[in-house]
């Protein structure tokens, strides 16, 4: 049974009956074709008659290839979810990554703007064509409710209610949410969305909120691109990414004193050890907390 057949089976099986997004699946086929070329020179390349032994000796191969833990972890993980799906198709009695476990990351500090950073950057989008209305949008919207890029640009226009202040959004696994819009950024969408976006459009249709000037709706890596050339004139020097707006929207709210968990649903973490690493990120404001509230300071 080849390999590979096998595992286009698995990643359909993702796609059609998981509903796992086309860049998760795409992270799942780069991941398995390096056990795919490992697997090719193990036991005639037939994957179901490894054991632990073959599993752990693909483990140390990545390791020799001085890739970095967390793509090891993530390509440890392909694997075991490759081996459990050929169980529960029957095809394998019994799995051998059974046993088997992924290597312990450290915790990593996400890159967050200041508010003076975050006020430079937003102050740099003040142009009156329709594209600079469209980015001053994008952007004030994003530090506003701290959405994933990914879920800005599937923003629809009848997901933004504005008499209710609130934006409805699609998180990972198709979750729903809505996130509160602050007046600031209410008010400079409403004039993209009334001014700017019918030109962008040039009388086609869209129902995405945010367009190109070729009324196409607009890509992760587009985003991406407009935060780079605007940090830049700005002078920002930091290694920015749609993500920072983020980190800095989570960050921010902490700093002022915002209840964890209700940080925790306004980005959408189905856990909240995932949202506690943005309390890592002020150390004076830890400190003053422990200094303000400990009895023995």
């Known amino acids: 049974m080849e390999i590979e057949s096998q595992i286009n089976e698995f990643l359909d099986y993702l796609t059609l009956e998981r509903g796992l997004s086309l860049h998760t699946i795409s992270a799942y086929r780069r991941d398995l074709k390096k056990f795919s070329a490992y697997a ?38 392909a694997v075991k979810v490759f081996y459990r799906f050929l169980v529960s198709q029957r095809r394998l009695a019994q799995d051998p990554t059974e046993l088997l476990e992924s290597p312990r990351l450290g915790k990593y500090l996400p890159a967050v703007l200041s508010v003076e950073e975050v006020d430079r950057l937003l102050a740099g989008l003040q142009g009156k064509e329709p594209h600079q209305q469209r980015d001053r949008a994008i952007f004030e919207l994003m530090y ?70 070729l009324a196409k709706p607009l890509s992760r890596v587009m985003v991406w691109k407009l935060i780079k050339s605007y940090a830049l004139k700005a002078n920002i020097t930091k290694e920015l990414s749609p993500h920072t707006l983020r980190h800095s929207f989570a ?26 690493i943005y309390t890592h990120l002020n150390k004076d404001r830890l400190k003053s907390i422990h200094h303000k509230f400990h009895p023995r300071p």
Not at 255 to 274: F, K, P
């Open 40 to 77: 090719a020179n193990i036991k005639g390349g037939d994957f179901l008659r490894f054991r632990h032994e073959e599993i752990v000796g693909f483990v140390y191969a990545l390791k020799d290839h001085q890739l970095q833990p967390s793509s090891v972890a993530r390509t440890i993980v």
């Open 144 to 213: 506003a409710t701290g959405m994933r890029v990914s879920e800005l640009t599937n923003v629809k226009v009848q997901d933004v209610d504005e008499s209710l202040g609130v934006v409805r959004c699609l998180g990972k696994g198709q979750k729903e949410r809505i996130v509160p819009v602050g007046r600031t950024a209410r008010k400079i969408m409403r004039e993209y969305v009334l001014k700017a976006r019918p030109l962008l459009l040039n009388n086609a249709q869209s129902p995405f909120l945010f367009v190109s000037r």
């Open 251 to 276: 960050t921010h709210l902490l700093d002022r004193g915002a209840d964890l968990r209700i940080v925790q649903e306004l980005l959408g973490h189905s856990n909240i050890s995932t949202t506690q």
